[in-house]
């Protein structure tokens, strides 16, 4: 009779401590499914987003990614001020595990850092005349293609190389506005952006042609005058090469640090441009 007893008790405890068990690990395992359900959905590149009419929106949009160093000196730099900027990338650039981890990393940044498309042999190597010939058109919009496949690119925002031409929902505007490269590309639903300032690049060195006061009167007097492509609105181009050296990094650093200090100024990637979120 106390043997049976005995082997009750030892019974029920081993069942208490499985319940405890159970408990504490069903704890557990919800705790997990709240931090989970905790976490913010990270948005998709493309995703629209409500512009402020009170702000002035600006647009970073560097050409001919990678080039490093100048491409890793201008993404430490924006990540330093806290500020969003597109890279447009070009495929024949991507040469090599380095260049394409550059890439990667530009892709899985978002949405601080956005890459969009640029052609993948940079107008048939700059070959523009070429590149726009009506002749030439099927052969120019698969180097878009080929481009949006080997980069990964998932968003249709184009730049043209070369030229300065917007195109959006059947609106076209620029040098380009008839060429029938640029109307099969808005056909297929392609948004085409150009620019409104260039800091460009001095004779052939890799340096910036324009000093930082320069750009910054560029850009006030452009919000200032209302002749921007859309209204307060700003799509700067320059290159990632212009930054390989460090001077010349800390210039663009310093650029953004003073327009960062007119609260009206904010940046943005260029898919939240107004005639590219326009569906």
């Not at 959905?41 to 160093?69: C, E, N, V």
């Not at 969003?84 to 260049?99: E, I, M």
Request: with cysteine.
């Amino acid at each position: 009779m106390n043997l049976l007893k005995i082997m009750a008790g030892v019974g029920l405890g081993v069942l208490a401590m499985a319940t405890t068990s159970s408990c504490k690990n069903s704890g557990t395992n919800n705790k997990a499914t709240d931090s989970t359900k905790a976490a913010p959905a990270k948005p998709l590149p493309g995703s629209a987003i409500k512009l402020d009419s009170s702000k002035r929106y600006i647009y970073l949009t560097w050409d001919d990614s990678p080039q490093p160093p100048g491409t890793i000196n201008c993404k430490a730099v924006f990540r330093e001020q806290g500020i969003k900027a597109t890279f447009f990338g070009v495929g024949f650039n991507k040469v090599g595990p380095w260049k394409k981890r550059i890439i990667d990393s530009i892709r899985n940044d978002y949405p601080q850092f956005l890459l969009a498309n640029h052609s993948f042999s940079h107008g048939f190597n700059d070959k523009y005349s070429k590149f726009y010939s009506p002749s030439m058109t099927d052969s120019a919009l698969h180097d878009f293609l080929k481009n949006e496949k080997e980069l990964n690119i998932q968003v249709k925002i184009i730049r043209l190389p070369g030229n300065n031409t917007w195109a959006s929902n059947g609106k076209i505007d620029g040098q380009k506005a008839n060429n029938p490269l640029v109307v099969k590309l808005d056909s297929l639903g392609y948004k085409i952006v150009g620019w409104d300032i260039e800091w460009g690049q001095q004779n052939k060195m890799k340096a910036p042609k324009e000093s930082v006061e320069e750009m910054l009167k560029k850009v006030n007097q452009k919000f200032e005058d209302g002749s921007t492509n859309q209204q307060n609105t700003i799509v700067i181009l320059s290159h990632d090469r212009l930054f390989e050296k460090k001077q010349f990094a800390d210039s663009l650093s310093k650029f953004i640090s003073i327009l960062k200090q007119d609260k009206r100024n904010v940046f943005e990637t260029i898919d939240h441009y107004p005639t590219v979120q326009n569906k």
